[in-house]
């Protein structure tokens, strides 16, 4: 189906199963422990070997000499795979660094041995008598220092590395009211609690890999790629996954290893990385130094504004595209961004949740805040001036549906905004009160998804589709959207996801999976409809399906009726015209956050937050909010206390597991609230559909800040705001 | 890990024995620490020597009106005892700014007390570590020290000792009681327990080969107001940047150990001297001839801001 007009009224304007909060289908599954994950599949392969990962002491150089003596001859110990015996190896499209090391090493902790045993700890406790010896190059391991001769990014298919509109340097200098501040954010790791863990068996030169992946169809392409076999000898099966936030968008090392491993030895292998060597293996979200410089006049119009972005990625990585939302954000005749990218040596920097925006609005919405102090007004109404319903690079090019003065109108009359004080002057006994606020925006991308349906003779209704769900909801959503197109209850309907001989879908990622993947199964819906009305001999346009039936006119049938002995199948896919070039398609949420600061010690505690969230049709406002909590409580982790530690002499992060990564724990997080307005975008998609999953993310970290700055008077403008970086700028104490 | 033979203790002694019979042997109490450790093969013992089963795991008072509690007692039960949380607050606040609950319910007195530094070089055994790896090198000097010590470090080690609930034993005056392979029992006060790392920073303590903790003993009550204040990245299941322990008696005097600053708990009773001056004085003292590091510097302001805090608190 091809979506090229705006959608009108159509079976899901309904709404009987559609927007309703239903609980995840796959939830009692979850918390029985009756939805495998992959490493623990013994229902499709007993008895499988263990492999374990030995990752590289060095950040860059190469191995001389490995000596495997002793490990071969250890307990338990079949097969030992390194670089020497793996056979030549391509590389994925996703992929920067090689997954195997060896002899070249390009990032610490780059795999470069897999120890296969019959257990695991006799892998573990063999992979420890491996005797590697390198010969280290000096590398590049500090953004700052690198910084300066850091060239603008090659442009990104849908992204360019400089833009420029109008005369900015001009118009700044001409501004009577201007910030020129540079921010900073530090590497992020994904740490999700199911570590990457694949399981592969062999027939033949056929692969299938049972794996915890969110983009099932381009990471089957780069197994295919990686392993040096055609397309179609590769299976990827991953139905359940325990979290990803963009860091099993790709193919990871345990993939290509326990593939590489059950070849050699002859029997299906399982790896799953160990948690203190996935920062440093896989990818992580890139540090960024960002320079904003906005110019206003003093009755608080934009008149100029530019955001400089930089980042260090391996040789042939992508930047980390801080400036995008700044392009489209708010109005300016007079507009600059530039993308420069740094070459170091640091293991591979790559998407994680809301790649871009989440940085990047982690600088920004400071600046808007420093900027509306400056002149003197309050933050909801500068940004409420400064609205634009156009892209403000191409004027000529409207917002589909753009609801964020709406958002921060609502917000700040929920949240009780007119209560806060001047910086540094509400006191509760011995906590510093404040309240700070952020805009959150992410663009809505449209992606062609594919979904098959079958109904059957009892009036079921299966969908496939390889789309994943990351435990995010998708499993629900896409049920109710095929119960509401063929008129049958939610339970009346099987999903089936996460295989790679299912129709291909986006996958999960860039919060584009709600919204396309439902649109692709709305289209196969359809088709079925289609397909029954005929069967039926009933007219297809004025065909209505409810209640398990199927009624035309007069005419009426059991929908189980169409089946047949062999029941309907229908399979199409969404896909999309310009609309998405005629119109800016994004999301947008209004963050408000309360924070208290120990006036001794400069310890922080959040107590309310609030998202005012216009995303389109909410599909179901149970797993949307889900999502958005969760994406709060990550933005408080980037606020405050989330960072790689770099050792920038050796070249990796140190804090390489969950005891030195803090993420937020339940202490952390208090009341968190979720309001989403009631609207359509007709023009996304026939849901009418957006996404929520990474624009719960988008601003957050900067209202945590913001609220920090209103408490206490002091403006921190590196990330994570810990309290060395402000304590002796707090008042003096007795 | 490496493989070990395991073993269940039948008395202190005989495991203090087996433990000296067995150069590579370890005890194992919880296990959340040396299980952890064994993992990464930072400890590879050859042999276990399970004392669990030993009957070590009772609080009673003792004869001078204090508390002897047992190397076994349970973190959890040791901060909910009742006799703790009237008369010794402090201990039972500390053992519960530390790990998780269920973390808690394993770590024993014994095992805690002896659990090893968080350094993060330490943890990667590709690094050099002179505790790890004797005469490897300190691959933290020079590196991430954020969270590493600010004083009594040498230029052979500057990790922190990582425990809450040694810091309040410290203020408390604890005493850890021992029986060797020999079957001698001793007494070591806990401020003599811990060592400071100087070139040695692989020995962390007064124990000698195969010396078994028996028991953790604390005086008698010193009343006034106990205070455990713990300061983090976030609000709870971290370790300290810094920790405060102070005991404040109504005339201003008192005590104060602070946390995550050395490689033992640390006490300058000279300092405490100045209490009645204020957290400024006292700092001042107690954190004379500390030498941070730039990234850590901000522990002496903030052990100083802490102390007021909790100077503040007891006044209130
Ligand atoms: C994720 C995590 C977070 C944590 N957070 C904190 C925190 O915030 N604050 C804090 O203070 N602690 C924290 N801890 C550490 C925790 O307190 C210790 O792991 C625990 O107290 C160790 O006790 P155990 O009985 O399990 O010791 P074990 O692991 O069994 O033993 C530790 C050591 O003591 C030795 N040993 C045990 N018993 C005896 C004995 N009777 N005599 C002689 N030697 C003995 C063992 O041989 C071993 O070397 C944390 C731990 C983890 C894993
Ligand atoms: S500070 Fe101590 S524990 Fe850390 S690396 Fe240096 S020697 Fe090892």
Redesign the pocket.
Do not use: E, H, R, W
């Given at each position: 189906m091809k979506f090229d007009t705006p959608a009108t009224t159509n079976p899901i304007d309904q709404l009987k199963v559609v927007g309703k909060g239903y609980t995840r289908i796959d939830g009692p599954m979850k918390t029985t422990g009756t939805a495998p994950y992959a490493y623990e599949r013994h229902d499709v392969v007993d008895n499988p070997a263990y492999g374990y990962v030995l990752g590289s002491a060095i950040a860059k150089g190469k191995i001389t000499s490995m000596d495997l003596d002793a490990a071969k001859g250890a307990p338990g110990v079949i097969i030992i795979v390194t670089a020497d015996n793996a056979g030549k190896l391509g590389k994925g499209k996703l992929n920067t660094a090689h997954l195997l090391g060896g002899p070249a090493i390009e990032h610490y902790h780059q795999a470069v041995a897999l120890v296969v045993a019959q257990t695991f700890e006799q892998a573990r406790s063999a992979a420890a008598l491996i005797r590697v010896s390198y010969q280290e190059d000096q590398g590049t391991y500090d953004l700052a220092a690198a910084k300066n001769i850091a060239p603008v990014a090659k442009d990104e298919p849908d992204a360019k590395s400089a833009t420029s509109v109008g005369d900015f340097a001009g118009a700044f200098a001409a501004a009577p009211v201007k910030l020129d501040a540079t921010y900073t954010t530090p590497d992020h790791s994904h740490s999700m609690m199911e570590p990457f863990a694949s399981m592969a068996a062999w027939t033949g030169n056929k692969v299938t890999i049972w794996t915890s992946n969110q983009l099932i169809h381009s990471s089957t392409e780069d197994v295919a790629a990686t392993l040096n076999l055609p397309n179609d000898n590769v299976r990827l099966i991953s139905p359940f996954i325990g979290g990803g936030f963009g860091g099993k968008l790709f193919i990871r090392s345990d993939v290509i290893l326990a593939a590489l491993g059950a070849r050699a030895a002859g029997q299906p292998v399982k790896v799953t990385l160990q948690r203190p060597l996935i920062p440093n293996n896989t990818t992580h979200r890139a540090s960024t130094i960002q320079r904003i410089r906005i110019g206003a006049l003093a009755d608080g119009h934009i008149t100029a504004i530019g955001h400089e972005g930089w980042s260090g990625n391996l040789p042939e990585g992508r930047p980390e595209t801080a400036v995008m939302q700044t392009r489209l954000l708010y109005a300016g005749a007079n507009r600059m961004t530039a993308t420069r990218l740094a070459t170091l040596d640091l293991p591979e920097g790559n998407a994680m949740r809301a790649p871009g925006e989440a940085p990047g609005l982690m600088a920004l919405e400071i600046a808007m805040d420093e900027i509306a102090d400056k002149l003197g007004m309050d933050p909801v109404q500068f940004r409420i001036l400064n609205d634009t319903q156009v892209d403000p690079e191409k004027p000529s090019r409207p917002y589909s549906r753009r609801a964020l003065v709406e958002c921060l109108k609502m917000g700040a009359d929920k949240f009780g905004w007119a209560k806060r004080g001047a910086p540094g002057k509400t006191v509760d006994g011995r906590w510093l009160v404040g309240m700070g606020m952020a805009a959150g925006f992410r663009n809505s991308m449209v992606k062609k998804s594919g979904a098959k349906v079958y109904l059957d003779g009892k009036g079921d209704i299966t969908v496939e589709t390889d789309m994943t769900d990351i435990g995010t909801g998708t499993y629900t959503i896409l049920a109710q959207t095929a119960a509401e197109m063929m008129g049958v209850g939610l339970h009346q309907v099987v999903v089936r996801l996460g295989d790679s001989t299912y129709p291909v879908s986006p996958g999960s990622g860039g919060q584009f999976g709600a919204s396309n993947s439902t649109s692709g199964v709305y289209a196969a819906c359809l088709k079925l409809r289609e397909a029954v009305a005929q069967k039926l001999g009933f007219k297809s346009d004025d065909t209505m399906f409810a209640d398990g039936r199927v009624t035309s006119g007069s005419r009426s049938a059991a929908l189980a009726d169409a089946a047949g002995e062999v029941g309907l199948q229908a399979e199409d896919a969404i896909e999309y015209g310009d609309l998405d070039k005629k119109y800016q398609e994004s999301t947008f949420a209004g963050h408000f956050v309360e924070a208290a600061v120990n006036s001794y010690t400069g310890e922080i505690r959040v107590r309310r937050m609030l998202a005012v969230c216009a995303a389109g049709r909410i599909l179901n406002p149970k797993t949307a909010r889900s999502q958005v909590i969760g994406a709060m409580t990550m933005g408080v982790g980037a606020a405050l206390m989330e960072e790689l530690a770099v050792d920038t002499r050796r070249g990796f992060f140190v804090n390489h597991d969950l005891?030195g990564y803090e993420v937020p724990v339940h202490a952390d997080i208090p009341h968190q609230d979720v309001i989403f307005l009631d609207e359509t975008d007709p023009i996304a998609n026939p849901m009418k559909a957006k996404g929520v999953g990474e624009l719960g993310l988008c601003g957050v970290a900067a209202a945590v800040a913001n609220a920090v700055y209103n408490a206490t008077g002091v403006r921190v403008r590196d990330y994570p705001i810990t309290l060395d970086k402000y304590l002796t700028r707090l008042p003096a104490v007795a | 890990m490496k493989p070990f033979t395991y073993e269940r203790a039948t008395s202190a002694s005989a495991a203090a024995a087996a433990a000296a019979d067995n150069p590579g042997a370890?005890?194992?109490?919880?296990?959340?620490?040396?299980?952890?450790l064994m993992k990464l093969q930072i400890e590879a013992p050859s042999h276990l020597i399970d004392?669990n089963g030993l009957d070590l795991d009772k609080i009673e008072p003792t004869q001078d009106g204090g508390l002897r509690i047992g190397?076994l007692v349970r973190?959890t039960d040791l901060a909910a005892d009742k006799r703790v949380r009237k008369d010794y607050g402090l201990l039972s606040r500390a053992l519960l700014a530390?790990?998780?609950g269920q973390?808690r319910n394993?770590?024993?007195t014994?095992?805690?007390l002896?659990?090893r530094t968080r350094c993060p070089y330490f943890y990667d055994t590709n690094q050099p570590c002179n505790k790890r790896q004797p005469g490897s090198g300190c691959s933290a000097i020079g590196g991430v020290t954020r969270q590493l010590a600010v004083i009594g470090s040498s230029d052979a080690c500057i990790a922190t000792n990582?425990?809450?609930?040694a810091v309040a034993m410290r203020a408390l005056d604890a005493m850890v009681e021992t029986i060797d392979p020999a079957g001698a029992a001793r007494r070591i006060p806990v401020a003599d327990f811990h060592r400071l790392p100087g070139d040695t920073p692989q020995v962390e303590t007064a124990?000698q080969p195969g010396e078994?903790?028996t028991a953790v003993t604390l005086p008698k009550p010193v009343g006034g107001k106990q205070i455990y204040h713990k300061v983090r990245d976030r609000a709870s299941?971290?370790?300290a940047l810094i920790s405060v322990a102070a005991v404040v008696q109504p005339d201003g005097s008192g005590r104060v150990a602070v946390g995550g600053v050395a490689h033992k708990p640390w006490r300058v009773e000279a300092a405490e001297g100045e209490m009645p001056h204020g957290a400024k004085a006292v700092a001042e003292k107690l954190l004379a001839g500390a030498k941070p590091t730039d990234e850590n510097a901000f522990k002496l302001p903030l052990v100083e801001r802490t102390l007021a805090a909790v100077l503040a608190e007891a006044r209130a």
């Open positions: 005891a | 370890k005890f194992i109490a919880g296990g959340t620490n040396l299980l952890d004392v190397a973190n530390g790990a998780s973390l394993k770590a024993t014994a095992g805690n002896l659990q990582p425990s809450d609930m124990l078994l903790i299941y971290a370790f």
